[in-house]
């Protein structure tokens, strides 16, 4: 394993030896320049060369060691000063450390603080801070995701436990609705598994193809004609776009991010509701507003129905399994877009953002 070895240290060490070889050699050549100039005057005026030779010689001797001390003295006093400053310096790096070993799970959301008067630790204090609140709001998205996981499972699995129980007690129990409740409530855990499975794959879905936006909302409403009809909700597409308000992307899944975006809507509208998608461009990008005429989101739920399996309070006499919201916004945030939810007077409305397909010209 590759020694280490302590940052501080190094640069006490580093500028210690800059600071002797810089000075032995400064003062030596200045010495050694004051010599042969004195040298030369001498010899000129009183003494003769041969004398003045071994005098200069036993002179500079002298001044060479007079610069190795000098030399050793200032690096001796340079290293203090420097050990002083850089320990200094580097003090919020040693409690950063500390901080970090002492960080788990229990502790992960505890930020730090610690006040320095550089900025590059400054920095590094931030995005550490930054980081562990995106991991503990992970954590607590991994822990609510398990305990709805959990529910969803154990509600038709109980049911399933009820419906033999009673049919072992009860064996004259009429099996015609005795299987139907079953197959009904495996379908439910087959939807249930399969959502879950296409929620996890979506990141490895290649996002390669062209695709129109008007003309898969279009799709979509197609689809969706035959639920709308049974309310008398209609469908309306406006395209405020004067381009082909067309991205680059997975069919697939852009499909079914819109479906079940607008099937909420359906869903959740009364009868002679109104759905509305509008697609905008603006720059580089196309906005598309989804927008109903339905009970909305309460506010309390808002920051929270994009989580996997989350179910609003008025959605509790609806089909569904709370994943339709999660999954949209993880397709558009893998197509590098992204969702939110808008709040209007009535109604609900989501807005996303995709970036906008440019023919190279």
């Known amino acids: ?133 995106k991991i503990q709001n992970l954590f607590n998205i991994h822990k609510e995701f398990s305990v709805y996981v959990a529910h969803e499972f154990r509600t038709p699995l109980a049911v399933m436990q009820t419906q033999i129980d009673v049919y072992e007690k009860n064996p004259n129990t009429n099996t015609s609705e005795f299987f139907s409740s079953l197959r009904s409530q495996i379908i439910r855990l087959n939807s249930l598994i399969s959502s879950i499975l296409s929620f996890t794959k979506i990141d490895s879905e290649r996002t390669n193809e062209l695709i129109p936006i008007d003309i898969l909302v279009e799709e979509v409403f197609e689809d969706l004609d035959s639920e709308a009809e049974k309310k008398n909700i209609s469908l309306i597409l406006h395209n405020h776009s004067r381009n082909e308000p067309e991205i680059i992307g997975n069919h697939t899944l852009m499909y079914q991010a819109l479906l079940n975006l607008i099937h909420n809507s359906i869903k959740y509208i009364d009868i002679n509701g109104k759905i509305d998608v509008d697609i905008y461009e603006k720059n580089d990008d196309i906005r598309i507003m989804v927008s109903d005429d339905g009970c909305g989101v309460p506010k309390e739920d808002e920051a929270r129905i994009f989580m996997p399996l989350f179910r609003c309070e008025n959605s509790s006499n609806t089909v569904g399994n709370g994943i339709g919201l999660a999954f949209t916004k993880k397709v558009i945030e893998h197509h590098k877009g992204n969702i939110k939810y808008v709040r209007v007077k009535k109604g609900s409305c989501f807005e996303i953002k995709l970036h906008r397909f440019k023919e190279n010209i």
């Open 1 to 133: 394993m590759k020694k280490k070895y302590s940052l501080r240290k190094s640069i006490v060490f580093v500028t210690s030896l800059m600071f002797f070889v810089g000075n032995i050699f400064l003062v030596l050549n200045s010495i050694s320049m004051s010599l042969d100039t004195f040298e030369v005057f001498v010899e000129d005026i009183l003494f003769s060369s041969i004398q003045i030779s071994k005098d200069m010689s036993l002179l500079k001797k002298q001044v060479f060691v007079y610069g190795i001390i000098i030399g050793i003295i200032s690096s001796t006093v340079g290293s203090i000063l420097v050990n002083h400053f850089t320990k200094k310096i580097l003090s919020p790096l040693d409690d950063l450390t500390k901080h970090i070993s002492k960080v788990d799970s229990e502790n992960l959301i505890s930020q730090i603080e610690i006040n320095s008067s550089i900025y590059e630790i400054d920095r590094l204090i931030d995005a550490f801070n930054s980081m562990t609140q």
